[in-house]
């Protein structure tokens, strides 16, 4: 059974980090991009950062560009999000999601697989 646990998530005051990570089981992806999305309360399912299966690619939506950064690290099959100089609207669930392509893309559409999410919630 493939699955992608988040870990990481919490309760933060605005100008304060976390670091998301997002380990999978029962398969490698290695070979695929992988991505952060997060969902708002009462608001759409979003992408954040996306990065390819060799990371030498990467992606960051407007809002967190510059504060948040994407890694992997294939041998542990395992994506990390830092986030730094979180904001209030950063809260939001965040899902760990695994790409049927190698290559970046921010369309959901083309992830197979998510994780359960994690909650990041912070504070003004």
């Known amino acids: 059974q493939v699955q992608l646990v988040e870990s990481g998530g919490g309760l933060v005051q605005a100008g304060g980090s976390l670091r998301l990570s997002c380990t999978a089981s029962?398969?490698?992806?290695?070979?695929?991009?992988m991505g952060w999305f997060r969902q708002p309360p009462v608001k759409e399912r979003e992408s954040v950062a996306v990065?390819?299966?060799?990371?030498?690619?990467?992606y960051y939506s407007d809002s967190v560009k510059g504060r948040f950064t994407i890694s992997r690290d294939n041998a542990k099959n395992t994506v990390y999000l830092q986030m730094n100089s979180l904001k209030p609207e950063d809260t939001a669930v965040y899902y760990c999601?695994?790409?049927?392509?190698?290559?970046?893309?921010?369309?959901?559409?083309?992830?197979?697989?998510w994780g359960q999410g994690t909650q990041v919630t912070v504070s003004s």
């Open positions: 990065i390819s299966w060799n990371g030498g690619q990467t």
């Open positions: 999601a695994a790409s049927i392509y190698s290559y970046t893309s921010s369309y959901p559409s083309q992830y197979a697989y």
């Open positions: 029962g398969r490698t992806f290695s070979s695929n991009a």
